[in-house]
């Protein structure tokens, strides 16, 4: 395991006005480090998504302090903050977010032309991040052309195309069946054993929990538990287990 990629510090945000105003998310202490799968799970409403956004340099916490990488966001505008998502954050979403009019290795080439790729370097690129997630045959397909485990790995191949050092994927398997919503989690799992690379999941999925390394659980805008995961706790009980 190497150091935070992630880390929010006594983060509130609240959300809405007057009688609308909710508290979202309530002195929520958080890391995230590289080598690291970890699991951000609770029931719908619980701040999930907002603590995703908040570390995701989407939404500004309304107290408290966020880090990326080591650079505190406080204070930072919004290109700054686009800046640090650009240079360390990669997104996965539930409905992949693809331009259906745009091919495999197009959907995944535009992560690069944001950050000012030449097009033949980012295309290369492209195509072995393509490899990376087991593509390689469909780096000319359209999005209606391909399942939706296959349209998730071209999601997973276009956040780490920038070799980001955070992925932050929002329920990444709650459109997919147990079959292939196994299959992603087996490639995030993968990706996360890079040790500059940590990768978060939002889910409420029982059945992603074989694939942790870390837990947080999440109810009313407050972390109530954090523990280690399963894979963890392999690789552990691998680690100290004596000669046969």
Do not use: W
């Not at 945000?13 to 590289?34: C, N």
């Not at 950050?115 to 295309?123: F, I, L, P, V």
């Not at 399942?147 to 071209?154: A, F, I």
């Amino acid at each position: 395991m190497s150091g935070a990629v992630l880390q929010a510090n006594k983060v509130s945000k609240v959300l809405g006005h007057g009688a609308g105003e909710v508290h979202a998310l309530r002195d929520v202490d958080f890391s995230m480090h590289g080598g690291e799968l970890t699991l951000l799970m609770g029931p719908s409403g619980s701040g999930k998504t907002t603590l995703l956004s908040v570390l995701g340099c989407m939404l500004a916490p309304t107290a408290g302090t966020v880090s990326v990488c080591g650079h505190d966001t406080a204070g930072a505008g919004a290109e700054e903050l686009a800046q640090l998502r650009r240079d360390h954050i990669g997104f996965i979403f539930q409905s992949y977010h693809l331009f259906p009019t745009l091919t495999a290795a197009e959907n995944i080439q535009l992560a690069l032309d944001v950050r000012g790729e030449t097009s033949d370097k980012a295309r290369a690129r492209a195509h072995d991040a393509l490899a990376r997630v087991g593509l390689s045959h469909k780096i000319n397909s359209f999005p209606r052309e391909m399942s939706g485990g296959e349209q998730q790995r071209v999601a997973i191949a276009r956040a780490i195309v920038s070799n980001p050092s955070a992925i932050l994927a929002d329920e990444p398997t709650a459109a997919l069946d147990t079959e292939n919503g196994h299959a992603i989690m087996a490639i995030l799992a993968d990706i996360a054993q890079e040790p500059g690379r940590g990768v978060l999941v939002v889910t409420h999925d029982p059945r992603l929990l074989p694939f942790a390394d870390r837990i947080h659980r999440i109810e009313d805008g407050l972390i109530v538990g954090v523990e280690a995961g399963p894979a963890r706790k392999a690789e552990l009980r691998t680690a100290t287990a004596g000669p046969a």
